[in-house]
């Protein structure tokens, strides 16, 4: 079972209607699992921890709008830069205050100093050729 709820994500983020946060949450909640177990928070605050988790998820996939002006009409959304990880949203930046053992402080540090550099690939065909 989720450590948290869809009203309670609800709570801090704005969803739009008809959306579904189960997999955001679920997400949430596995990521959890995976590096801020063993920190042994209380259910509480392992709660709070997915929350604000599932809010960056769901504001990956629907980014916030910043700004917005009726003398000209022009919208701006809030920028996702992915090298910036959970630094990216104001969801994942409280989500680094509340686990205070760094879990995920680490996590996001190794993400973002990670650089993915291609690798070479070689084909070698052996088998039958058709004209």
Known sequence: MARTTPE????IIKVK?????????ETAD?????VCLESDYSDKKAELI???LS?????VYAPRVAREGATQVFRDFERIKAELGLN??????QVLLLDTDGNLARLNKDIVS???VPKKVRLTWLGTEYE
């Open 30 to 34: 596995q990521l959890f699992d995976d």
């Open 114 to 116: 990670t650089k993915i």
């Open 88 to 93: 990216s949203t104001k969801y994942g930046q």
């Open 55 to 59: 809010g960056h998820f769901y504001s």
């Open 50 to 52: 997915v929350r604000w």
């Open 17 to 25: 209607s008809g959306d579904d946060l189960a997999a955001f949450i």
């Open 8 to 11: 309670l994500v609800g709570g």
